[in-house]
């Protein structure tokens, strides 16, 4: 079922790409950015695909990639801002955005968040999902969007070549970059799976009353 999904989306994206050109290229990518899952793995090799057969130049395709990774980005990143604003509001919101993981977002981000934020633009699903704790570690807005932006246009220009170098056989490039995002997948769910079990019973210690 999960073939036949990503086949179905791959045909969409070339759809969209073929229909908008430069405008598909830049919309795929900002909703690559903005948490969801629309795999740049097939949006940056098909143009790439299309800078060979003449209907792309290359920096035109990187820069508008680039340029959408860099505006979903900045969705996901206000976006935090703006769920760190209903904690005060809603008790679900702040169960699931205590203060201890805006705590360790913050020391996170204070030591290692400009590099986190450029390398993590290079490794697949994690680049579309970084923004948000970025967003909630405080990061320096225009430190964000430079590290975003150089991270994004390396990673443009990597797939545009590939795409742009293997021509009609760029599909090829899915079966290996597929394997790492089920490896990447599984490690955040596992972790967000153990991350919900310590953060469920500390609240239970919590609340459960103290013996004298």
Avoid at 97 to 119: D, H, M, N, V
Wanted: aromatic share 16%; hydrophobic share 50%.
């Amino acid at each position: 079922m999960l073939e036949n999904i990503l086949n179905w989306l791959a045909r969409e994206i070339i759809s969209l790409i073929n229909s908008l050109g430069y405008g598909g290229v830049f919309l795929l990518m900002a909703l690559e950015s903005a948490n969801i899952i629309i795999p740049s793995e097939i949006i940056m090799p098909f143009s790439g695909f299309l800078v060979a057969r003449g209907n792309f130049s290359f920096w035109g395709v990187v820069f508008w990639g680039a340029a959408g990774n860099l505006v979903g980005s900045i969705f996901s990143y206000k976006l935090a801002s703006v769920i760190i604003s209903l904690r005060e509001k809603s008790k679900i919101v702040n169960f699931l955005i205590p203060q201890s993981l805006l705590e360790k977002s913050q020391r996170w981000f204070f030591r290692w968040g400009e590099a986190t934020t450029f390398f993590s633009r290079l490794l697949p699903i994690i680049r579309t999902f970084i923004s948000f704790p970025a967003g909630l570690g405080k990061m320096n807005f225009w430190r964000f969007c430079l590290y975003t932006f150089l991270g994004s246009f390396l990673w443009s220009t990597l797939l545009t070549y590939l795409g742009l170098v293997l021509g009609e056989n760029w599909p090829t490039l899915r079966t290996y970059f597929e394997k790492f995002d089920y490896l990447v997948a599984a490690l955040i769910v596992g972790s967000v799976v153990l991350w919900l079990i310590k953060h469920l019973n500390g609240s239970r210690n919590k609340n459960q009353p103290k013996n004298f």
